[in-house]
């Protein structure tokens, strides 16, 4: 079947590119539409309806009118020359926020906008009183805003609002300060807008010096940012689109890791492709290019598929996650990779048939056999210390696995980046608890669905009030229909910091449950609750996701080597490539600069895509070890030859990979995923493919292949090139 998709593709050239184009442009541009439609920026949306800060949400919805899509920014107002606000002053504050309350404020749009693809995000917010700080030297207004905080759109609304209410306060001789989820996110987005923008051209240079370098062609340069700018457009709107019908939400991240994913897997089935139809025109000057590119794409493409089978099995397991966040990850990412997948079988070989020997000009590698290079003398150093190596490889690998002692996770959300919404809040917590901007809410209600009155709960008020780290606590406030009351809690620490979990899981939940009025039932519910029930919810999804991604990346192992030993000897490989990253950063970020713990959503993406995307590397490794192997000769020179051919491809597209997922770090908070991502691809490409991998092989043989061991056979066939005889020519800075 793959290689009649590929057959068809190189014979209609032009028409499967014609197709792509517009796919890919269509896609394109509906997919950032519906993606804003699709997506959550709050982390208690994913939670299943049994965990209680779930149902205290739903409390809140039903009762107070608090939308789950709403986003909350806290606005500090001050007088200018400093002094204490008098009784005029609020009076006069308060008045403001009243006119500011009524008006609504248009979203601003850029001129080349088209409106029918722009979602319209114009609102009048909700602005209440919070309240007075002791020393009356500011009150605090809480303002609530519809939408997305990661939306461009929310955020242009935001910023038109603050800009309205900062004149009308200054006109009264107040300054303001804007603090909060929106308000940090915005602030955050205009501050490292211009790192993102940078570290988009750096890796973008990154993939065109790396590919001139190797290949020395302009089409080859560019030719694989083009197919999987299209190719990935068109993945994006499939994904939104599926998600829209479907109903399912995603985090507001999935759409910018989508856009690494596709970039660094795109890139690095094309580049596979592009170096192996380079070998087959070397071996073979006579083929026409068409048929070349059939053969390869069709050999090549049956690698390509399995590692994208792979990455989507993998992921796929996230749908047995409790954690909708996770839940909703695994089939974005499947889908795109699917779509790539499909691009790659497709448009990349209809663009190896169109070009032909065009693909590599102006080189002239086309007509001579390369001496050999760093790739060759490492495949021969491999095929002479396979033991030596493993050894070294296993020991580097094992020192860094051994970092992951006394892992900690950290479920907080802090962003670090000094902005003017952090210097508010900094400002708010000198005078108030540190959760007055972000309270911890509990709600009730009557089990009878009868009526409250607030003095039932001044016994469960005054044992909040006893509870240490509860800075405050506020006024039993009724729903209108009085069948709900919800209290205001203030802790003393920050919400997202762990001792403000442990307060709202344990202190907080224990006196709601013994305080509560007979009758009625109590939630505790807001940012520190939540994290407290995600945290339990990880806890559990790791347990059950990683075996079952363990399970079925074996499975496809099994099915693609056809042998019992080679699938396990993957597995071991890319599991201590995953503990050797988890490790590192556990050895950088919580022992080295004394963070509290890695990210909580570290280890199981870690795992998914250390694991899926490196077995990438491996599967193409081992596929031609195994295909050298039905050669003639010793097992270890086969290895010696599939190092040499291979290396290349997987220490470009290793790079490659590493680079995409290095822009990470230009999104705020990303700094661990980043990081740890890029030093994961590089360990699995350069460490795992090329020499852990090679060297078991070398060792075993063809034993390896057990029950199944590869026959030599007689001379290889045309898709399988001989091996060159290397003589010398000016080419001697090349990879292999």
């Known amino acids: 079947m793959i290689r009649a998709l590929t057959g068809f593709s190189t014979r209609h050239a032009w028409k499967v590119i014609a197709l792509w184009a517009v796919l890919g442009m269509g896609l394109g541009v509906l997919g950032p539409m519906l993606m804003s439609r699709v997506t959550e920026s709050q982390s208690g949306d994913f939670l299943p309806r049994s965990y209680d800060s779930a149902a205290a949400q739903r409390i809140g919805e039903e009762h107070f009118g608090v939308k789950s899509d709403a986003t909350t920014v806290t606005v500090l107002v001050a007088r200018t020359d400093g002094k204490a606000l008098g009784a005029a002053d609020q009076q006069r504050i308060e008045s403001e ?34 309240t007075v700080a002791p020393d009356r030297t500011f009150e605090l207004l809480s303002v609530e805003f519809a939408g997305n905080a990661s939306e461009e759109g929310v955020q242009g609304v935001f910023k038109a609002f603050r800009d309205d209410a900062r004149t009308r306060f200054a006109d009264l001789g107040m300054r303001t300060g804007f603090t909060g989820g929106l308000a940090q996110v915005s602030d955050s987005a205009d501050a490292n807008r211009t790192a993102a923008t940078i570290g988009s051209a750096l890796v973008t240079g ?11 062609s302009v089409l080859a340069a560019v030719l694989p940012l083009l197919a999987v700018a299209v190719i990935g457009g068109a993945a994006t709107g499939a994904v939104a689109g599926a998600a829209s019908l479907t109903g399912l939400k995603l985090d507001a991240t999935t759409p910018s890791l989508i856009s690494v994913v596709l970039l660094g897997i795109g890139v690095d089935y094309l580049l596979f492709l592009l170096f192996r139809f380079r070998e087959q025109l070397r071996a073979r000057p ?7 590119a059939a053969q390869v794409s069709g050999r090549v493409g049956t690698a390509i598929t399995s590692a994208a089978l792979t990455i989507v099995a993998a992921f796929a397991t996230l749908g047995v996650a409790t954690f909708g966040l996770f839940r909703s990850l695994g089939p974005a990412i499947a889908v795109a990779v699917l779509v790539m997948l499909l691009g790659s079988l497709t448009l990349m070989p209809a663009l190896l048939a169109a070009c032909g020997r065009r693909m590599f000009w102006p080189s002239r590698s086309l007509r001579r056999v390369p001496r ?21 490889s296993v020991a580097l690998l094992g020192a860094l ?4 002692a006394g892992l900690r996770m950290n479920y907080g959300q802090a962003d670090d980046t000094r902005t003017p919404a952090t210097a508010t809040a900094e400002e708010i917590a000198r005078a ?14 009557a089990k009878d669905g009868g009526t409250l009155d607030a003095g039932r709960f001044d016994g469960l008020a005054h044992a909040l009030t006893g509870v240490e780290g509860v800075g405050q606590v506020g006024r039993t406030v009724l729903a209108d229909d009085h069948r709900a009351a919800r209290i205001d809690l203030y802790l003393d620490a920050d919400p997202q910091s762990q001792r403000a979990r442990d307060l709202a899981s344990g202190p907080v939940r224990a006196a709601v449950a013994a305080h509560a009025p007979q009758g009625t039932t109590g939630h505790v519910g807001g940012t520190a609750a939540i994290f407290a029930d995600i945290s339990t919810a990880v806890d559990h999804d790791l347990t059950v996701v990683f075996p079952v991604a363990a399970a079925l990346i074996a499975l496809i192992l099994l099915l693609l080597l056809r042998s019992l030993l080679a699938p ?14 988890l490790g590192a950063a556990t050895l950088l970020f919580q022992h080295g600069l004394g963070e509290p713990g890695v990210a909580f959503t570290l280890p199981l993406v870690l795992f998914l895509f250390v694991v899926a995307l490196g077995t990438d590397y491996n599967i193409l490794i081992t596929d031609r070890i195994r295909e050298e192997m039905h050669r003639p000769g010793p097992a270890r020179a086969a290895v010696a030859r599939a190092v040499r051919y291979t290396a290349p491809a997987i220490a470009t597209a290793g790079l490659v990979l590493a680079g995409s997922f290095a822009t990470l770090a230009t999104t705020p908070g990303s700094e661990q995923v980043a990081f740890s991502l890029t030093l994961g691809i590089l360990l699995s490409a350069l460490v795992l493919s090329l020499v852990t991998v090679p060297a078991a092989a070398a060792l075993l043989g063809r034993s390896l292949w057990w029950p199944l061991r590869p026959t030599p056979v007689a001379p290889p066939s045309a898709d399988r090139p001989p091996v060159a005889t290397p003589r010398p020519a000016p080419d001697h800075l090349r990879l292999g």
């Open 286 to 292: 006579e083929q026409p290019a068409r048929e070349a």
């Open 372 to 392: 050999p290079g760093l790739a060759a003398r490492l495949g021969d150093l491999v095929a002479r210390r396979p033991l030596a190596l493993l050894l070294a």
């Open 401 to 404: 696995a051994a970092g992951t």
């Open 432 to 445: 108030l608890p540190a959760g007055v901007s972000d309270p911890t809410t509990v709600y009730l209600v």
């Open 97 to 130: 926020a009243a006119k500011l309350a009524t008006h609504r404020v248009t979203m601003p749009r850029r001129a080349d906008d088209p409106e029918f693809l722009v979602t319209d995000r114009s609102q009048t917010p909700r602005i209440a009183p919070a």
């Open 206 to 216: 990154l993939i065109v010096l790396l590919n001139v370098l190797v290949f020395r």
């Open 568 to 581: 396990l000897a993957l597995m071991l490989a890319v599991g201590l490539g995953f503990a050797a990253t």
